[in-house]
Structures are given as C-alpha cells and as structure tokens.
C-alpha cells in the first residue's frame, strides 16, 4: 500500500526534524553516549561537542555560550524566566504579559493568580499589535518581570522587541521574551535587543521535540526551576540530553543559513498562498497584521464555516494545518488570540493558520489552492452559520478575557488545549 502523500503547513506547530540534524545526532545515541561529566575520557569526550552546540546556539542568537541554559522545552524556559524573577525579588508579586501568549505563559499565569500573585495580560490591537505606551503605564513598582512573545504562533504577528526591552530597561524590570517561533524566520541578537531572558524551542527548528533553551544575560540574578545537579553551571539541574542538544546545535547552523531563504522563497509562497485563497473564496479574511509579521505563517477567517471542519476535510486530503479553537465539552472555544485581537467568536471559530516552512514547494501550495475553494464551498452549502447570525456582531474582547480569568479554576482545560 503506498502511503498518502503530505502537504505539511504546520510549521509553527513543530517541524519536521532535519536529515542533517539525524546525522549529526546519530553518533550521540549509538556510541558516544557517555556522561559528560563523568572523569573518565569516555564520558569527558562527550563534553566538546556539547561546548561546540551550546556555542553555535550562542551564535544563533548572538550570546556568550556562558549565556545559555539548555532546557527540556520552550515552555520550560517561559516558567524558569518568569519563576526566577519571582524568587529573586520576593517583594514584588506582579508579572505582565499579554492576552495572547502561547499557553505556556497565560497557564502559568493564571496558576500563580491562584496563588495569590498578580498578573496583567495587555490587551491588542485589531491587527494584533501591542501599544506601548499601554505596556509602560502597565508597569508597576512592584512588577517582577515583563514577559512578552517575540513572535505570536497563531497569526505571527511580531512585537517591537527592541522597544519594549528599552522600556524595561529604562524602568529596571527585568525583560524576558518568548521568541520560540523566531528562529529561521527573524535574525535573533540578543544584544542589540537588549533582553534578558529570552526562550528557544528545539523542535520549532527542525531539531527533535524535548530539547529547549533559556538565555540568562550575564549578571542576571537566576534562580533555578529545576533543582539537583550542578549542570548547566548549577542553572538547570539534571544530565544534559547530549543526543538532542548536539541536534540543537545543528538545527542552529541550519536556521542561520536559511534565514534568507524563510525571507525570500517562503515568504513569496506564503503571500501566493494568502493571495490567492482570499480571492478566490468569498468572504475570507487576513486575521493580523500583513506587514509586521513572521514569513512563513497565514491566519485566514472563512466565514460561515468551522475550522474544524475544514481541518477534517484537508486532513482527509493529506493536508495539515491548525485552528486556535479549542474543543470543550462539546463544544469549540475560539482562539483566544483572535478573541483578544476583537475578532467575533464566530469568524475566529472559522479561523485556519497555514505555517510554512523550508520543505514546501511550490506544488504543495498548488495542491492546498486547488483543493481549499471547493471545500469551503461543499461546507458552505451545509453549514447553519449565515451572516444574519447575532454573534456576528463586534466582540468586546475584554469582557470576554475577564470572564475568563474571573472562572480560571474551570477553564485551566481549555486553555491547555490551545494551538501550538
Ligand atoms: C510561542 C510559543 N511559545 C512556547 C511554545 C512551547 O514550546 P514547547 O512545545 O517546546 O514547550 C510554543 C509551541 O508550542 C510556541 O509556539
């Protein structure tokens, strides 16, 4: 039986792993799998290529090697920022972020709310920016940390990271950025932006799932997350993961040379894509800013229709892509990254991100146009949603995140369900 051929566009959700990265772990699984702080050489030979992936991370984000804490996971890195922050100024109980972080960050939240800690999530715009100036009126005397997504998953809108860490700095809160849909796609410098705590995830490029980064700026007062060991210069306890940070290390080098590419032949096949789709299907939408936004992802509204439905039909086709709704109890949840950005429930339950990626061809967004109209149509002609609908109106989106926090001890499963 041949299998079906894939036509991947959930780049932003996690990456195919890299062929050379394989090959450049291989030798860690099968016979260099000592410790690397063992005494004898063949656990000490190991400790080379681990310096040698820590300083081509390094280079990839223009830090010191000293800089870097390998982690388990991008969501790691966000609770060991946040969590150290935390413990290091004991006096100050507030952290700010915003309403549209990856789950990672509005979870965490909302677990220290229920401890007793204060957390404000900024609102945005309609085309998902942030206002700055909101941001800086945000901050308190007792603020611990600023944390803030460089990059947004859903609609790839980007943040002026720059300007926000000056904003930081000018008031002495430490500054920590999710950046980890930004590698490959934005250069990343880590001194010139000014952050001080800044996260990665391996397996968003084309490294293995599992393996992450934090960057701690020098002189950044840091409490471990996870305590025991003294590895990671006592940063993050726990035997390295050398297979996968070796992976990293690759997928680092890699990410620096296709940079141009993500700008260049992605974007173009991504504006082709977005083009496209929107005028050929009725009553379709660009969800985000069209210009300052990541090259490879696409967030389009279909209304009338659910994403759900749609991601059902396109899966039967060989066809991945990714909807922010989350399915609770039967029913589905729009994304609250559309939500925060004031798109009624309805066109946001109708929402599809289409991430791309190096491994796309121009065949594959062929394929996707070829087939997209027609579904949406057949969906179209069976859906109850019309435009008369009532929830069609405009959507106050802060009402609804108030609500939403006001019953977080019942939510907590709806929010871990959001989109990658
Ligand atoms: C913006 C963002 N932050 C954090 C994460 C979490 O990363 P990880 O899956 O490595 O925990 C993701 C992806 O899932 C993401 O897109």
Redesign the pocket.
Known sequence: MTEQPLFYFDN???TRVAPEVVDAMLPFLRDQWGNASSAYQFGRRVAKPLDDARAKLATLINADPKEIVFTS????S?NAAIHSALVTSPGKRHVLTTAV??S??INFGEFLQRRGFEVTYLPVEPDGSLDIHVLDQSIRPDTAIVSI?W???ETGVVFPIEEIAAICRSRGVPFHT?A??VPGKLPIDVKATGVDFL?L????LHAP?GI?LLYVKRKTRFQPYIIGGHQERGRRAGTENVPYIIGFGRAAELALERLNEENTRIRALRDRLEETLIRLIPNSYRNGDRESRLPNTSNIAFDFVEAEAILLMLDQLGICASSGSACTTGSVDPSHVLTAMGVNPRRARGSVRFSLGVYNSDADVDFLIQHLPDLIARLRAISPLDAAHPDNDRYDPRAASRSRRHDHDTTVATASDTI?
Do not use: I, R, Y
């Open positions: 932003n959700a996690t996971c991008g969501t790691e966000n972080e990856h990672a960050n997504m990059a947004n998953n999710d980890v849909q996260s995830s391996g397996h968003k799932k992450g990658d």
